[in-house]
C-alpha cells in the first residue's frame, strides 16, 4: 500500500477517538487526501434527532472543501466495528461530486483494508447532467 495512504488511514484513526456517537456507539474517522498532498479529516457527529448525525466521510471533505481545497485523491474511512466499513449512500453521492471517482479506503478494527474506486461503490452516481 502507498505510504500516503497509511498515513490517511493513521489520520483517519486519529479523527476517530472526536466521534460522538452517544446513541449508536459506531465510531467513525475519515480523512482526505488532497491532491496536493494535505490530509483533511473529520469523525461522525450524532444527533438525537438522526436526521441531523453527519457522517465522518462528509465531515472530512467538507472541511477540505472549507478550506479551499478542489482536488482530491483518495478518502480513507475507518471504524470501530471489526469489517471493513463502506461509506453510506448520501457520502457515496457527496464525494462524487466534490472528488470524483477517487480512492475509497476501508477499513475496521481488525486492521483488514479494502481499497476501491468510487465508481465501483456508486456506478450510475446522480450528476447535474441528468438533469437535462
Known amino acids: 500500500m502507498k505510504k ?14 472526536n466521534a460522538y456517537a452517544p446513541y449508536s456507539k459506531y465510531y467513525v474517522g475519515a480523512a482526505v487526501l488532497t491532491d496536493d498532498g494535505k490530509i483533511f479529516s473529520g469523525c461522525n457527529i450524532e444527533n438525537s434527532s438522526y436526521g441531523l448525525t453527519i457522517c465522518a466521510e462528509r465531515t472530512a471533505i467538507f472541511n477540505a472543501i472549507t478550506q479551499g481545497m ?13 469489517e471493513v466499513i463502506t461509506p453510506c449512500g448520501a457520502c457515496r453521492q457527496v464525494l462524487f461530486e466534490l472528488a470524483g471517482d477517487i480512492d ?4 475496521g478494527s481488525s486492521k483488514k483494508i479494502k481499497i476501491v474506486r468510487l465508481k465501483k461503490l456508486l456506478p450510475l452516481p446522480f450528476t447535474g447532467n441528468n438533469l437535462k
Open 70 to 82: 478542489s482536488k482530491f485523491k483518495a478518502i480513507a474511512i475507518v471504524s470501530n466495528n471489526s
Open 4 to 17: 500516503e495512504y497509511q498515513e490517511l488511514i493513521k489520520a483517519a484513526n486519529r479523527a476517530k477517538l
Open 104 to 107: 475509497i479506503i476501508m477499513s
